[in-house]
Structure formats: structure tokens, C-alpha cells
């Protein structure tokens, strides 16, 4: 993959088509939308991106939640959605411990094609304009695409930790 394949950019009214049609073809595989600000849940997409732009400030972002900054990944050559990453400042503690910085994405017809691994490398030049000079991310044991992603960014492993029935592994990366 070309490393200029991708770019990121926020969510607008531009986009929402293509964010309701990465939606669509999640939930008909079934699969999560992590790293989306809860995307499959909503029922409106102005709601979701009314969210998204609002929890970007600490004074305005939902109640328990870490400020972030959502971005959506999008093919040059053709203008498609091809995953989301939401990179998170002021953590948590919960979050800390279990979610990390950075949460991400990619639609499964577009996996196993280096864009996760791509856009996490995008994502940390997002993390260093908001001020960060490292990221957590955790990812559960069993998830080895994750793993070799974070891995090829420079993550480097802190520990294991038990949550929700599972082992999960908690990386840090340079941005």
C-alpha cells in the first residue's frame, strides 16, 4: 500500500453518506464499530456528528468520557470511508487502564490490506498536534491483527490485564 493512499479527516455533513454506508456494512457483518463514538447505535447521523464535534472539548464532552478527536479514513484514489480511529486525551481512569488513546476501525472488505497499520501511523501525528508525546492502546490477547498493527507502529508492550473475562494487553507508542 501506498503510504499516501490514505488521509484522515472529522466527520462533516460532507461525508454522510459514505459514514451511513461504513455503518450499513457493519452491521450486516455483524462486526463492532470501534473507535466510532458509538456509531452503531445512533439512529441520526447530524446527532452523531453533533457527539463527535462536541466531544473534542473537555467542556463539552459527554459525562465519563475522555475528550477525543474522531477521524474517519478515506481512500484517495476513490474517495472511500475505509475505517474510523478516535484518538482520546485527559484519560480516564477506567480508560486508562482498559481503553487507551486510540481506538480504530477498518471495514472488513478492506481488511488485510496494511490500512489499519496506516492509519494508526496517521493517527499518532493527530495525537502530537493535541500535545501527546505517547499513546496507550490496549487490544485483547486473542486479537493478533491489532497486535501486529500496534507492533508496526513501535508499540511496545507494559502488561496484561484481566477485564470482562479476557486478558488484555495495554502497548505504548511514541507519536
Keep these: 500500500m501506498n503510504q499516501s493512499e490514505l488521509f484522515l479527516v472529522l466527520p462533516s455533513e460532507e461525508y454522510k453518506d459514505k459514514i451511513l454506508e461504513f455503518k450499513e456494512e457493519f452491521c450486516k457483518s455483524g462486526d463492532t464499530l470501534y473507535g466510532t463514538e458509538n456509531l452503531q447505535s445512533m439512529s441520526n447521523i447530524e446527532e452523531w456528528l453533533l457527539k463527535v464535534h462536541n466531544n473534542q472539548r473537555e467542556e463539552t464532552v459527554e459525562p465519563g468520557k475522555a475528550p477525543s478527536y474522531e477521524f474517519m479514513a478515506i481512500r484517495e484514489c476513490d474517495g472511500k470511508l475505509i475505517g474510523m480511529i478516535n484518538v ?7 480508560m486508562y487502564l482498559y481503553y487507551g488513546n486510540i481506538g480504530y476501525c ?6 488485510k490490506k496494511g490500512y489499519a497499520a496506516e492509519m494508526l501511523r496517521l493517527a499518532l501525528f493527530e495525537a502530537r498536534k493535541i500535545g501527546l508525546d505517547k499513546v496507550l492502546l490496549t487490544v485483547d490477547s486473542d486479537n493478533l491483527a491489532s497486535i501486529a498493527t500496534m507492533k508496526k507502529n513501535g508499540a511496545i508492550l507494559e502488561n496484561e490485564v484481566p477485564y470482562n473475562g479476557k486478558i488484555t494487553h495495554r502497548y505504548w507508542i511514541k507519536c
Excluded at 88 to 94: I, V
Excluded at 106 to 111: A, F, G, I
Design 88 to 94: 482520546r486525551y485527559n484519560l480516564k481512569k477506567e
Design 106 to 111: 477498518v471495514r472488513k472488505s478492506e481488511r
